[in-house]
Structure formats: C-alpha cells, structure tokens
C-alpha cells in the first residue's frame, strides 16, 4: 500500500511538473487570462486523476520489449505473478526482518505525513481565523455579499461572498474605495475562492513538490490579472488604476486563502496592464494540454501494463500429466523436485522463508516458530499440476514454477491478501 502511495504522488507530481513547464515555456506571457486559468485549473485536475488511469491496451511485446520499462523499487512488489525470471537473476533474501529499503521506505512514508498534517494543520487553522474574522467585525450584506470593515493594514481581500475593506486604509477617496470594492466584488462573481481552496487541498497532497508552489502563485496572479482587465475595461482610465496599484503597493496578506487587492504581484499587474493583448490565434497553444495528457496516460499505462502482465513464456513448461494414480516410488521422484527452500522477493520483508519436505509420499511445508507460534508443518493437497493447497483450511495454495529444463525455479504463494513470488534457493 505504502509502495502504491509513493509510485501515486511520483506521477503526479511529474504530470504537474509537465503542466507547469509546458506553462512558463508557453502559455505564461499570453494575455488571455481566462483560458490560463483554465488550463491552470485542468492540468492540475489531469495531475490528480491521470496515474490513477490505465488504458485498457493489449501492448505488443514486439513493439513495446519486455523490460524496455524497468522495474523502479517502488514497482517491483507489483509485478505480476505469473512472470518467471531465470534462475541466474534470482534475488533471495533469507533474512525475514526489515531490510534496508522497507526502513527506508517507512522512514520517508513517516515525513510524508508529517508535512500532510502540518499542512493540514495550517489550512484548518487559515478557515478558523477567517470564521472568527467574519464573527468578530461589523457587516453589511449588500445584494449577494457581505461587506466586513477591518482595522488590519491591508485595503481589502475577499473569501467567497465575503468582502473584507479597510474604509480608513491610506485616507483613500471614496472614489478609491469603491474601486478597491469593485475589483473585490469581481473576485467573488469570478467563484475564485475556490480556485484557491482546491491549490490549497491539493498542496496538502503534494507538500514535497516544488513545482504546487509556483502553481500556486500563478493561479493567484492569474486572478489580479483577469480582474484588472475587468475593471480597466470599463472605461477607467488605466493609468489612474496603476497608480492606485503603486500607492497601496504592500507585501502583507492576511491569509493564504483569500483573493488580496494588493500584494507582491503590483508590479507584474502593472505591467500586464500596459502591455498589449495577445492575438486570438495564440489561443492554439492551449491545444497543448491534449498531446501532453495523451503522452501521459500512455507512459503511465504501459508502464502498469508492463509491469502487471509480463510473461517470460519460453520460460516456462507445464507437466500436465496427471499425478493422481502414480505409483509410491514414481510419486516420490515427481515430488523430489519441490523440496528446497525457498526466499521472499525483498520488497515482500513480511513474508518468511519456506521450506518444502517429502515425508511419506506427501508435500508438507515447514513453517519456522516465532514469537507467537511453535514449529509445525502445513501438508500439501495435491489440486492440480504443479499446484497444491493447504491441508489446514487456510484457503492458501502453491503453485511450482518450472522452466525449459522442467526444474522448479520457484513458486507463487497465494493467501487472502494477494499472491506473492518466492524463488527456489540454490537451483
């Protein structure tokens, strides 16, 4: 589960890494604002959904080699069963404690949390301080929105229908105050409270990715930008604006999940306003998101196709003769070849070596003791070639992998929670 975690947030956090280049190279100097803020919005989307996606794609090994994907450590316990690797590239680990890697892996699995619930922590905390901002200041719903006077050094932020304004900030002119107002109600209207809300939720998920940071600060001047280009579109004078941006220039933000009038983004807003609008025929660069996200699900897909369906064939050679009324002696010699001991793959640090011995014509394995249990053997129920079942009704079974010399090379343990690869020592 913790390997499926990590392989998860890896692709995604590629795809984002995709998206937001593919962004900065392209799509960040255009001027049609609305479409990067859906392509904002989208790409991220695609970054949560697109890993959990497999096309179902009969992939041609003569196309797509076996083993053209290799297997990363956090895809190895998910590769498929049925797949018989040669005996000379047998891993074994004996040991039955907590290798290296699962440490490793635990250890990295243990930071992961902390940063999603120090994140989570913060934006629990950045609701609360708004709820009691709304609770504790004086408002007036005007049609739709409620209007909320603040004392804090800071003009004016908005979250959701809630505008928060600063009347006294700078001695602003009335005139100035119902531009602040204006340009806060278009936030609202625009629904952009939840842009932010969804950046957020989505940065608790990916904390580690650098890349949600720089997301984050463009979706917001995304936001200014539309906005400005509303409000200067209704016949204000332009330059009027960009000095009242100037004047109330300022660093402070009262909290991450509001819509700010101001911020560090004046600059780039009034630069934004000065220059021209790029033409309709760069709106084709949006077009951009379809090859990337087919591109994407593809890899992805083969990848987990590769990884979940390899079959080595040549490898591998079923006795379907039937075993049921051999004699004693032939019986044993069919049996000889099972026994041995036989060792985990390394990402499967839960499971313990097992042995396979011959007593009285019958297959049993020999379970070591722990801490919570004694020595003792499980026999073996012959149900079908090659395959066996245990005899103490644990619904568990063991089916022998043979190669082109008809000599085990190992075996697949199936119990309730999943089927797990074992490979014969020493043959």
């Excluded at 859906?38 to 959904?49: D, E, K, P, R």
């Excluded at 129920?381 to 089916?399: L, M, P, Q, V």
Aim: include cysteine; charged fraction near 20%.
């Amino acid at each position: 589960m913790i390997n499926s975690l990590f392989q998860y947030l890896l692709e995604s956090s590629l795809c984002l890494l995709f998206f937001i280049a593919t962004y900065k190279l392209l799509i960040s100097n255009l001027t049609h604002f609305n479409w990067m803020r859906a392509y904002l919005l989208i790409g991220l989307t695609l970054s949560l959904v697109l890993p959990l996606i497999i096309l179902p794609i009969q992939w041609d090994t003569k196309i797509i080699p076996t083993g053209s994907f290799p297997n990363t450590l956090l895809s190895q316990d998910k590769q498929s069963v049925s797949q018989v690797i040669p005996k000379d590239s047998m891993l074994i680990q004996p040991d039955p404690g907590i290798s290296t890697l699962q440490l490793i892996i635990y250890t990295l699995f243990t930071i992961y949390l902390i940063g999603v619930i120090y994140r989570s922590f913060r934006f629990a905390k950045n609701l609360i301080n708004i709820h009691q901002f709304i609770k504790q200041n004086s408002k007036v719903k005007e049609n739709k929105m409620w209007l909320i006077e603040i004392t804090n050094q800071i003009p004016a932020f908005s979250f959701f229908n809630y505008i928060f304004i600063n009347y006294n900030y700078k001695n602003l002119s009335s005139k100035d105050i119902q531009t602040i107002k204006n340009h806060e109600i278009v936030h609202v209207k625009q629904y952009h409270t939840l842009d932010l809300l969804f950046v957020e939720l989505v940065g608790i998920l990916l904390w580690f990715n650098p890349a949600i940071n720089y997301f984050k600060t463009s979706i917001k001047e995304i936001h200014e930008y539309i906005v400005d280009e509303k409000i200067t579109g209704k016949n204000e004078n332009k330059k009027a604006y960009a000095e009242l941006l100037l004047s109330l220039a300022s660093e402070t933000t009262e909290f991450n999940l509001t819509t700010n009038f101001t911020g560090e983004t004046i600059k780039r807003r009034i630069i934004m306003l000065a220059n021209p609008r790029t033409s309709s025929k760069q709106k084709i660069k949006f077009i951009i998101l379809i090859p990337i996200t087919a591109i994407l699900l593809l890899s992805f897909s083969c990848i987990k196709s590769q990884n979940n369906n390899t079959k080595i064939e040549t490898e591998v050679k079923i006795d379907h003769k039937d075993w049921s009324n051999k004699a004693p002696f032939a019986l044993q010699i069919e049996l000889k070849k099972f026994i041995g001991n036989y060792g985990p793959m390394v990402t499967d640090t839960f499971l313990r070596r097992m042995e396979i011995v011959i007593l009285d014509n019958k297959l049993f394995r020999y379970i070591e003791s722990d801490s919570t249990e004694t020595n003792r053997t499980v026999e073996l129920k012959y149900i079908s070639t090659n395959k066996f079942g245990y005899a103490d009704h644990s619904g568990r079974t063991i089916e022998f992998v043979l190669n082109s010399n008809n000599e085990v090379t190992g075996c697949i343990l199936t119990r309730k929670d999943g089927a797990y690869k074992l490979f014969k020592e020493n043959c």
